[in-house]
């Protein structure tokens, strides 16, 4: 059964600043791997999907990596904004069943 | 990508009664899903809607408090059935519109509070 953890749990930065979330997975046989953005009492937002053959994806300021073999993701976010604020999860479709399976979430503050 | 609407956006239940979810997509998609959200948790996974059959549920979950309909590929409910405070969470539904892991898109979520 597939467990996704993503650290940290939360994280507050200052405006500006880029930052790294992480998140790991214990199967690698995925299709690909998503990270979505949750905003307070709303739906989720795809941001990014990374194929399985693939190591990096990138769309304006994030930029997601993928290493299969070792069963992580890294979402990058480069030069911070208040509008960042929100929780971000990962999770890879399982295969031939296409479930999600979804990380603990990291919850980012970015402070104005 | 498909786009869904999810309704009612909240509500607020008596203990005991029961609450029907419903999610209309925009286009035919070929799996739709059900997840649960409680407090300061991830999204579980509760069910697969299957289109003209019964959900597939997660280890869990019952189909007795859980019952999903789908009726067709653009349309599922999900009903919260003799509810309890511990039923407090957001509920989503989301779709997927192929195989290979690609084009989820979710509801906007309803908050369902118990009293």
């Known amino acids: 059964k597939q467990e996704v953890t993503q650290i940290p749990a939360a994280l507050s930065v200052p405006e500006g600043e880029n930052l790294v979330l992480n998140c790991s997975f214990t199967?690698?046989?995925?299709?690909?791997l998503q990270w979505f953005r949750q905003d307070p009492g709303k739906g989720l937002t795809s941001l990014l999907l990374?194929?399985?053959?693939?190591r990096e994806q990138t769309s304006g300021r994030l930029n997601a990596s993928l290493d299969k073999s070792s069963g992580r993701s890294t979402l990058y976010i480069a030069a911070s904004q208040p509008g960042d604020s929100a929780t971000y999860l990962c999770?890879?479709?399982?295969?031939?069943?296409?479930?999600?399976?979804f990380g603990t979430g990291t919850r980012l503050t970015i402070i104005p | 990508s498909a786009v869904i609407s999810q309704k009612p956006s909240r509500d607020i239940c008596q203990r005991g009664t029961s609450l029907t979810i419903q999610c209309q997509v925009d286009?035919?998609?070929?799996?739709m899903f059900w997840y649960r959200q409680q407090p300061g948790q991830s999204l579980t996974l509760i069910a697969t809607?299957?289109?003209?059959?019964?959900?597939?549920?997660e280890s869990g979950f019952v189909i007795d408090k859980f019952p999903i309909s789908r009726p067709n590929l653009t349309f599922s409910t999900l009903t919260v059935s003799n509810m309890s405070p511990e039923d407090s969470s957001i509920y989503l539904c989301?779709?997927?519109?192929?195989?290979?892991?690609?084009?989820?898109?979710f509801g906007s979520g309803t908050r369902l509070t118990v009293v």
């Open positions: 999770a890879p479709p399982n295969f031939g069943n296409e479930k999600l399976t």
């Open positions: 989301s779709a997927t519109t192929g195989t290979g892991g690609y084009g989820y898109t």
């Open positions: 990374i194929q399985s053959s693939q």
């Open positions: 199967d690698s046989a995925i299709y690909n």
């Open positions: 809607a299957n289109q003209g059959s019964e959900a597939t549920y």
């Open positions: 286009s035919q998609v070929t799996m």
